[in-house]
């Protein structure tokens, strides 16, 4: 017989056979195939016209649409499911560890593996139980209704019997692979902040709508257009078109308006065009069809030290004033004079004419100015 004597009474065989106890698992495996092709949508969003100018009392329409693009889909197969494990015994784990296996029985030959991740729960506490999520991708295509198999090979360091040496349970499951592929995301719903539900679309498709505008609808209007995955109620992408809708009132009839208020007004200046610079026709008469020519005429085409710039700019606006309804009668004969000279004077010949001819053009040009201002005729619109 060997006798254990200890110092002070103590006897140091428990906190031996203590630091050599291990512990015991058990654990269960759950494993669902999945075999899917995820489409990916893309949306797009046009507004035409994308800005509208209008008076009041006038409407304008605007169409939207609404372009929706599927690709091809992206295929996957994969496995997911649990590994349970409990702690059977009275210490906790060391070194938990455990490796997810997938062959296709008969066949042992393993085609796919991942490692279980235990990293947010790594020890279990004596008689604890902790399930770890798992996912692993199998070669692409599977074989449908293949038999498959997944193993759950864990192990700890301080099992029972097995102290410092990794052991433990080696459990599985078994299933069918399916035998056709899952959609995912195969089919949205487009709704419209403006219009409302455009419906439901499973490809690639086009729709429209059209909204009519008027004065109340003045500033920038934004809307957008959201897809939703009608297989799980998620959000898809979204696309948004936005109008600015301009107000202007246009100028009172009977009254004349300056340079400044034309050259900022274009849109008042359109109902206008055309307006002859010059006899109808003359050999070098400019006709101004545009809103863009009439502004840059109207600021005398940066050149303010040019009479003729100068006399072509006051010349429009007074035909502008006329044709939204001002008395002209008052400038009749100087319209008619400054006409009959534009139709043969361009501005770059400024520079050749005689002071005399210069004089009568600044005098033109002065006269219709005062028109313009009120000065002479009906009045300015202002006053």
Not at 25 to 44: D, F, I
Not at 133 to 156: F, Q
Not at 340 to 364: E, G, I, M, Q
């Amino acid at each position: 017989m060997v006798a254990l004597v200890a110092a002070g009474g103590l006897s140091a065989a428990p906190a031996l056979a203590e630091s050599q106890a291990g512990t015991t698992l058990a654990q269960t495996v759950s494993a669902a195939p999945h075999w899917t092709k995820t489409y990916a949508w893309n949306v797009t969003k046009t507004a035409d016209p994308a800005s509208l100018d209008l008076a009041p009392g006038e409407t304008g329409d605007v169409t939207y649409v609404v372009g929706l693009t599927r690709d091809n889909g992206t295929e996957a197969a994969y496995i997911a499911g649990q590994v349970c494990i409990t702690n059977g015994g009275a210490v906790a784990t060391g070194g938990l560890t455990s490796i997810i296996n997938v062959t296709k029985p008969p066949s042992a030959t393993v085609v796919a593996s991942t490692p279980l991740d235990t990293s947010g729960h790594p020890v279990l506490a004596p008689g604890e139980s902790r399930c770890y999520g798992y996912e692993v991708a199998v070669p692409s295509p599977p074989e449908a209704g293949k038999a498959y198999k997944v193993s759950a090979d864990t192990s700890i360091t301080n099992h029972s019997g097995h102290l410092g040496t990794p052991f433990g349970p080696n459990t599985s499951a078994s299933f069918g692979w399916p035998s056709s592929i899952t959609p995912v995301h195969g089919e949205v719903s487009v709704d419209d902040t403006m219009q409302g539900n455009l419906g439901t679309f499973a490809g690639s498709a086009t729709t429209t709508y059209t909204r009519t505008f008027s004065c109340d609808d003045a500033g920038v209007r934004t809307n957008t257009a959201t897809l939703t995955h009608t297989d799980d109620n998620t959000a898809g992408p979204s696309a948004t078109a936005t109008v600015a809708v301009t107000c202007t009132t246009p100028p009172p009839a009977g009254c004349t308006l300056t340079i400044g208020y034309w050259k900022n007004h274009p849109t008042a200046v359109a109902p206008m065009l055309p307006v002859w610079l010059g006899t109808p026709n003359g050999q070098l008469s400019h006709e101004v069809t545009t809103t863009n020519d009439a502004v840059a005429i109207l600021n005398f085409n940066g050149a303010a030290s040019n009479g003729i710039n100068k006399l072509r700019g006051q010349l429009l606006a007074a035909k502008l004033g006329i044709a939204g309804g001002a008395d002209g009668s008052a400038v009749a004969g100087t319209i008619a004079d400054a006409d009959a000279f534009l139709a043969t004077h361009v501005p770059s010949s400024w520079n050749s004419l005689s002071k005399a001819d210069r004089n009568d053009v600044n005098l033109l040009a002065t006269t219709l100015d005062n028109y313009n201002n009120g000065i002479i005729g009906p009045g300015h619109c202002d006053d």
